[in-house]
């Protein structure tokens, strides 16, 4: 028994290990259940008495000899790889990280939003998952209204009581709601998905995004309205921007009125963008109409309001030169990387 010591402790110190995985073998081989120092301890049993002392002493003294080495492999292992990182050239260049950009439609709601923050709007936010009280009923659309169609509504449950689950149509959801909820007075721009069942084509898609603004208080006037209007374009299209406001129809709003900002790709000249018009067509608007706001609960003799709303996608397409509605959902690298912002 003597010698077999001996001998494995010579082994043992001639031992050396590259990886983790050689250290366990090592560690197996001597330490392990069917290891060598199990072996040798059933051996001891064996030992003459007189011998007992001596060989008990040297097989212990192999045992902290095993687990010494051990632990010393695992130290050198560690150290050789924090060496091996610290000999890399730590004067390379590194590979270059590839950052992501923002997308076209977030920019540009971001900008939208910044803008009238800037005048006291703060976001509001709804469902897009409605009843259709939220999306007609309260928004004073008759019962037969062409909007409430399937054609132009996706239905998502029938019920009973006809306030039916759809998803929203337009951003206006989310006056109704604010309305319901908030203290007057109301000043609120949400932006949202909105969906329609459209044919998918270069100029409409069943998926798209607005922004509704809602302004609630005393003495709202339709001067006040077209003052916040014009302030935002000039803000999102440059100073010399002018805007005209046409009539328009709206069920929830009276008057209502269809606003238009001077083209500023032609200077107002006309051009293919404007249709030679000199003037593009971005948003909806007008006085919120008193049935909506007692429909809210809100006295609409003391009370009055505008409400506006205009398409994102479209906004986007104005400010890019923007072709294909449909190029802002492919998510084609090539056309996503060409945008940058500050927002
Ligand atoms: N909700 C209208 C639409 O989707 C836009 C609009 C909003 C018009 C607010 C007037 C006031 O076309």
New binding site residues.
């Given amino acids: 028994m003597k010698e077999i010591i001996e001998n494995q402790t010579a082994i043992l110190d001639a031992l050396t290990a590259q990886t983790a995985d050689d250290i366990e073998q090592i560690r197996i081989k001597y330490l392990g259940k069917k290891g060598l120092l199990n072996a040798l301890f059933v051996e001891f049993k064996q030992v003459p008495n007189e011998e007992k002392k001596e060989m008990g002493a040297l097989l212990n003294t192999f045992k902290s000899k095993v687990e010494n080495k051990i632990a010393m492999l695992k130290e050198n292992l560690l150290e050789s790889q924090s060496n091996t990182t610290g000999q890399e050239d730590l004067t390379k260049p590194a590979s270059l990280l590839t950052l992501g950009s923002r997308h076209p439609l977030s920019i540009v709601r971001n900008e939208i939003v910044e803008i009238f923050s800037r005048i006291g709007y703060t976001v509001a936010e709804g469902p897009e998952i409605e009843d259709d009280w939220h999306v007609f009923s309260a928004?004073n659309f008759p019962p037969e209204h062409p909007a409430r169609d399937m054609q132009d509504t996706f239905f998502i449950e029938e019920r009973e009581d006809n306030n039916h689950a759809v998803l929203r149509?337009?951003?206006?959801s989310v006056?109704v709601r604010t309305m319901e909820k908030q203290h007057l007075p109301i000043r609120i721009i949400a932006p949202g998905r909105?969906f329609r069942n459209e044919a998918i084509s270069a100029r409409a898609h069943c998926i798209f995004h607005?922004i509704?603004?809602?302004y609630i208080d005393k003495d709202v006037s339709f001067a006040d309205l077209k003052q916040n209007l014009l302030y935002f374009a000039k803000e999102m299209f440059g100073e010399n921007t002018q805007i005209r406001l046409r009539p328009?129809y709206?069920p929830?709003?009276e008057p209502?009125a269809e606003m238009d900002v001077s083209c500023n790709l032609c200077g107002g000249e006309g051009c293919n963008i404007c249709k030679g018009t000199g003037w593009l067509e971005i948003?909806?608007?007008?006085m919120?109409d008193p049935n909506v706001l007692e429909a809210s609960g809100i006295d609409s003799k003391v009370y009055s309001g505008?409400?506006?709303?205009?398409?994102i996608e479209r906004i986007a397409m104005l400010k890019y030169d923007i072709k294909d509605l449909r190029l802002y959902f492919e998510n084609d690298l090539r056309f996503l990387k060409q945008f940058s912002s500050a927002l």
């Fill in positions: 928004l149509t337009h951003t206006s006056q909105v607005q509704e603004g809602l328009s709206f929830f709003t209502s948003m909806g608007c007008g919120i505008f409400a506006f709303g205009m398409g």
